[in-house]
């Protein structure tokens, strides 16, 4: 298992595609482990190195005391990239990977040839329904949420239609560990991104999904007017589109990668 022991935490990572071809990072939703993209790995290492890793708190990484915060997460993020010692990479994060991708776009757009942020907003959620969500881990468990929130992740059509993934999704989300999803919750809670966006100096491609609760196309709309030269995408998905649209993010993410 190979691991990253950083300053601070330890991060779990995994490769796949050619040594030589450039370095694309994926950055996970909260409550989700690097397998979260399996449906892109296919395609995308035709073109790319994927870099894989789960978020401290998550999978296979350590889980530090918390609460977490999306500094953190970014710091994270850069700290892995020095470790193996990589200077500049391609980065696709969705929900807490997108605004970790909008921290790191911010503070350190030279080590980033291009970015998308999907399913992505300025400031996620209310304080109040983050809280709650928390209230209800630290009482009952992750299982208590998993329910409504694969609700929220994924179209009623598809979640009838697809029942094997809709299991995968909601086993990982269900045995993710209690203590590192409310550290996380935290960070995604108390992340105000308002002010930082418009100095994100990394071209970037916003995904948003049509029948999205949680981050909506008009957030995703408004992200992309604070980025300068930002394009914008929607895609007929709730929340997780990379799976749920798997062709359509696919051909979206990519084309503009390689643009």
């Excluded at 710091?75 to 969705?94: A, E, M």
């Excluded at 990977?97 to 911010?106: C, K, N």
């Excluded at 907003?121 to 949420?145: C, F, H, L, Y």
Aim: with cysteine; hydrophobic share 40%.
């Amino acid at each position: 298992m190979p691991t990253a022991q950083l300053p601070g935490v330890s991060l779990h990572y995994e490769w796949f595609g050619p040594e030589q071809a450039p370095v694309l990072v994926f950055s996970n939703s909260l409550g989700t482990t690097l397998q979260m993209w399996e449906a892109q790995l296919a395609d995308f290492s035709k073109h790319f190195r994927l870099l894989r890793y789960d978020t401290r708190g998550h999978g296979q990484s350590e889980t530090p005391p918390g609460p977490y915060t999306i500094e953190q997460l970014g710091n994270d993020v850069v700290q892995l990239l020095d470790f193996l010692s990589l200077s500049k990479v391609y980065f696709c994060g969705l929900s807490m990977g997108g605004s970790t991708g909008q921290f790191l776009g911010a503070h350190f757009p030279n080590r980033f040839h291009k970015m998308a942020l999907c399913s992505s907003s300025v400031k996620i959620g209310t304080p109040e329904s983050w809280n709650a969500r928390i209230a209800t881990v630290q009482k009952d468990g992750m299982k208590a949420v998993a329910g409504t929130v694969i609700e929220r992740w994924f179209t009623a059509p598809y979640r009838t239609t697809h029942a094997q993934e809709i299991t995968s999704m909601q086993c990982m989300l269900e045995n993710a560990n209690p203590v590192g999803y409310i550290a996380n919750c935290a960070a995604v809670r108390d992340a105000d991104l308002r002010q930082t966006a418009s100095s994100i100096g990394v071209p970037c491609l916003i995904v948003s999904g049509t029948y999205d609760p949680a981050t909506t196309p008009d957030d995703g709309r408004f992200l992309a007017q604070q980025i300068p030269g930002a394009r914008f995408v929607e895609l007929p998905a709730a929340h997780i589109s990379n799976i749920e649209s798997q062709v359509s993010f696919n051909q979206e993410v990519l084309s503009f990668f390689l643009s």
